[in-house]
């Protein structure tokens, strides 16, 4: 079991623990007095999930109503979010009442959206039942949902009151979605922790669950320090954005279908690498994301990546945000004109 304190403006545990999902009432109870919730969750992780919760809640003496929606990115939007602000009036949810977001990344990010916006703000626990959410997104308080511009334009940053990491949850993830989540794992090797990239290097997609727990608390532990300098997304954080700019343009390209998020970091992170880094660095990463299944490039012509890459957050108007890892551990954050990025990027 373990514990990690995230000092941001509102501080709180990530608690990472196998099978702390059966005791998630008892950890609820010990940092909010309200004994109302309701818990936000997908179908899938509904069926798979929900009862445990439940019962665990009930011991606690915490009532709760439960939403469910399909799972998936195109649910994460303005029509399911008034559906989830409507579920909260009828079940009279007032600023003493809590959120659980029972699921992975579209579950939290759009639960922790309506707990910024309901009432002007009420408390949320997440609880991350995939890779990527435990690794990355439910820590750290950036919340969203899709508009028709783009993906994660409408958020706001808020703080969870608690997060819950049970890594058994995982087992029952589809290999792609654990590559999804090994993707951001690499990028936190590659970032700020060669022992972690060794590790990541010395497994591969059958075996990694031996490590889970290692992993899960080494990349929050990461998070947290980056997070902790920088919580709203000014300077250091952008770091952690290590093969999302590309990563995003290959998603984009894509239409956000048949491509992960997790595919799309990877290829990034690969295609950045190659343009940028020595080449015996270039084929390390490669191998090691191949390991996980994910792709070290893709078949999008430059050309026609960049305009994606243009419409990307960390751009302004005319320059680039952009982050290059030189030596394993060691992120770097490059700024550089637009032009001059797609010079670099299609010579
Ligand atoms: P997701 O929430 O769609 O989950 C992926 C799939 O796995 C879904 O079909 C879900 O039903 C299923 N699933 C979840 N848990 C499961 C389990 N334990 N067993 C079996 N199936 C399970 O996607 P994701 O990859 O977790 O998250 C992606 C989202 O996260 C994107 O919307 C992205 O924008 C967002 N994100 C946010 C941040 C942040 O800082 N807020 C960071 C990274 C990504
Ligand atoms: N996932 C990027 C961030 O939290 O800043």
């Known amino acids: 079991m373990k514990n990690i ?3 941001t403006s509102r501080p709180y545990d990530v608690h990472i623990e196998r099978g702390s999902l059966k005791k998630s009432g008892e950890l609820i109870s010990a940092v909010l007095n309200s004994k109302k919730a309701v818990i936000i969750t997908d179908d899938t992780v509904d069926k798979l999930y929900s009862d445990t919760l439940r019962e665990s809640l009930e011991k606690s003496g915490i009532s709760f109503d439960i939403f469910v929606f399909p799972h998936g990115e195109q649910s994460k939007n303005i029509k399911t979010l008034s559906a989830i602000y409507n579920c909260l009036c009828d079940n009279s949810i007032t600023r003493s009442d809590f959120l659980i977001a029972l699921g992975g990344g579209v579950v939290g990010d759009i639960t922790g959206f309506a707990a910024a916006t309901f009432l002007r703000g009420i408390e949320f626990v997440q609880i991350p039942t995939t890779l990527l ?3 990355d997104s439910s820590v750290g308080g950036k919340t969203a949902i899709d508009i028709t ?7 706001a940053f808020k703080q969870p009151a608690l997060v819950i990491c049970d890594s058994d949850t995982l087992t029952t993830l589809p290999e792609d979605e654990l590559g999804c989540g090994m993707a951001e794992v690499i990028k936190y090797g590659m970032i700020r922790d060669e022992n972690l990239f060794e590790i990541c290097e010395s497994h591969n997609i059958r075996n990694i669950h031996e490590v889970m727990d290692e992993i899960v608390s080494t990349c929050v532990d990461i998070k947290r320090q980056v997070v902790e ?3 709203f997304d000014r300077g250091e954080r952008m770091l952690l954005n290590f093969g999302h700019t590309l990563g995003h343009a290959v998603e984009g390209w894509h239409n956000y279908t048949n491509y992960t998020h997790g595919m799309g970091v990877a290829a990034g992170m690969c295609m950045i690498t190659r343009r940028f880094c020595d080449e015996k660095l270039a084929e390390k990463l490669e191998k ?5 299944k994910l792709p070290i490039s893709t078949e999008a012509p430059m050309i026609e990546l960049l305009p994606f890459c243009a419409m990307d957050k960390k751009c302004e108007s005319s320059s680039i945000s952009y982050i290059v890892c030189p030596e394993i551990g060691k992120g770097e954050i490059r700024k550089t004109s637009t032009a001059e990025f797609f010079r670099l990027m299609e010579g």
Do not use: H, T
Request: glycine content about 20%; proline content about 0%; some cysteine.
């Open 149 to 155: 511009g783009g993906k994660n334009l409408v958020g």
């Open 288 to 292: 090691c994301v191949e390991a996980y």
């Open 229 to 231: 300098n920088d919580e």
């Open 133 to 135: 959410a435990q690794v």
């Open 5 to 7: 304190r995230i000092g």
